[in-house]
């Protein structure tokens, strides 16, 4: 799994970015030493609420 959805190419630059950004953001407002945090939890968010990723497609498997 991944962030953007798989198979996408524009899905995998907007998650990439998204990670990269929410990494390096994140130490404004929580100690550098927690910087994963936040894109873990937004990882988390948006595979709970999209499994399929922000640019995937429904899918059915199995």
């Given amino acids: 799994m991944e962030l953007g959805g798989l198979g ?3 899905g995998a630059l907007a998650g990439s ?12 407002w929580i100690s550098p030493e927690l910087k994963f ?7 988390i ?3 709970l609420l999209r499994p399929q990723g922000l640019f ?6 199995g």
Wanted: positive net charge; hydrophobic residues 65%; aromatic residues 4%.
């Fill in 45 to 47: 968010l948006v595979l």
């Fill in 56 to 61: 995937g497609i429904k899918a059915r498997v």
């Fill in 17 to 28: 970015l998204i990670i990269g950004m929410s990494t390096e953001v994140s130490t404004l």
């Fill in 8 to 10: 996408t190419a524009f």
């Fill in 37 to 43: 945090v936040v894109p873990l939890a937004a990882l």
